[in-house]
Structures are given as C-alpha cells and as structure tokens.
T-cell receptor, first 111, second 114 residues
Framework: LAKTTQPISMDSYEGQEVNITCSHN???????ITWYQQFPSQGPRFIIQ???TKVTNEVASLFIPADRKSSTLSLPRVSLSDTAVYYC????????????FGTGTLLAVQP | NAGVTQTPKFQVLKTGQSMTLQCAQD?????MYWYRQDPGMGLRLIYY???????DKGEVPNGYNVSRLNKREFSLRLESAAPSQTSVYFC?????????????FGNGTRLTVT
C-alpha cells in the first residue's frame, strides 16, 4: 500500500497562501491523489483530486510533479475558517478499496 | 440528498455490552467504509465493502463485525465493547473502486465505553 507523509502541523496568517506537501513515494501508476479537510467534530470533506500536473477548483489548487511521488495542496489567501486538519490520500492502485489515511497536517491560521 | 447518515450520534456503553452502529447513504454509491478516530489522532480503517455482498478487513478490524445489508446500508457491530473502543466512528461511501472517486463521510458516532 502506498503510504503518505505530511508535516504534522503548519502555522499561517490570514491572507497568506499556504502550501502543504504530501510525499507518496510508492504511488501506483493508475492511482489518484485526493485531499480532504476535517474540522473538529466533523467528518472529513473532499477538497480536490488530481492525477498529474495541476488541478484547480474554487477552493484550492493541487500541484503534482511529473514523477508523482509528491503533491502540494495550495490554499490561496487563507482565513481563520481554514484552520483544520488536511489529509492527502492515495490508494493501492485501484486493486482494492483499502484506503488508509496518513496522520494529516494541522493548519492553524492566526489573525 | 442527505448524503451519509449515521445513527446514533452519541452512545455510552458499559464494558461487555454490545451495539450496532448504523450507516446509510442515498447517493447510490457502490463502496462503503468504517473508520475510527481517537482523540487528536488520524483516521484508521476498520472494515470496508467494495460492493454489495462483499466486506474486507481494514487496518484495525479486531473486536468488530460488519454487515453490508444492501447497497444503501453498512452496519458496524461491537459484540463485547471494551474501553479501548472509545472513539468517534465515521462511515463513508464512494462511487467506485479505489481512490479514484472521492469519499463522502457522515458526521460520526461518538462512542464512550466505561
């Protein structure tokens, strides 16, 4: 199974751009990279998904280099409400649904 | 659409008691999952079901059983609850196989075993 590694925590200030990088050295050829956001006392919420290069939606951007061994979630101009835990998730090549989450990154946004 | 609905929201059990956590989704998803999350920790996969009629063990299946009752419902049973099973339990569903379709999570069941 592909394992993910993320920083345990990050600090930022309102209005800044935040980049959270996830390492997934053993990602399978046909696997996607998915990022989730979790607020306290809630279930995780899907943010963005990508396979290669760059994906952008109304919330975030996802940058994936050519070798796909890492990915970077970019949050533009964060606000206090972006304080949450962010998880990146990769699968096992689509062979099964055994989807194992890593430890996640706690992003703390200060005023 | 309600999405993924979990019941109950809260539960307190005594050691040795049994209970079933219920989960239902109305998105016609094929795959369903049960995760647990201990305070300040990440999510750990207990069991998953890739499709109706199939179930498989995740990272931490000991002490739990599951039933994929139909396409909509996936229940988690604790036969003899232990304090180590105090946790928040999240159910999730996804349309397809693997990580190629996003997971949709419920709001969790907070279980305390005394």
């Amino acid at each position: 199974l592909a394992k993910t590694t993320q920083p345990i925590s990050m600090d930022s200030y309102e209005g800044q751009e935040v980049n959270i990088t996830c390492s997934h050295n053993n990602i399978a050829t046909n696997d996607y990279i998915t990022w989730y956001q979790q607020f306290p006392s809630q279930g995780p919420r899907f943010i963005i998904q990508g396979y290669k290069t760059k994906v952008t939606n109304e919330v975030a951007s996802l940058f994936i280099p050519a070798d796909r061994k890492s990915s970077t979630l970019s949050l533009p101009r964060v606000s206090l409400s972006d304080t949450a835990v962010y998880y990146c998730l990769v699968g096992d090549g689509g062979a099964t649904n055994k989807l194992i989450f890593g430890t996640g990154t706690l992003l703390a946004v200060q005023p | 659409n309600a999405g993924v609905t979990q019941t109950p929201k809260f539960q307190v059990l005594k050691t040795g008691q049994s209970m079933t956590l219920q989960c239902a989704q109305d998105m016609n998803h094929n795959s369903m999952y049960w995760y647990r999350q201990d305070p300040g920790m990440g999510l750990r996969l207990i069991y998953y079901s890739a499709s109706e009629g199939t179930t498989d063990k995740g990272e931490v299946p000991n002490g739990y059983n599951v039933s994929r009752l139909n396409k909509r419902e996936f229940s988690l049973r604790l036969e003899s609850a232990a304090p180590s099973q105090t946790s928040v339990y999240f159910c999730a569903s996804s349309r397809g196989i693997g990580n190629n379709s996003p997971l949709h999570f419920g709001n969790g069941t907070r279980l305390t075993v005394t």
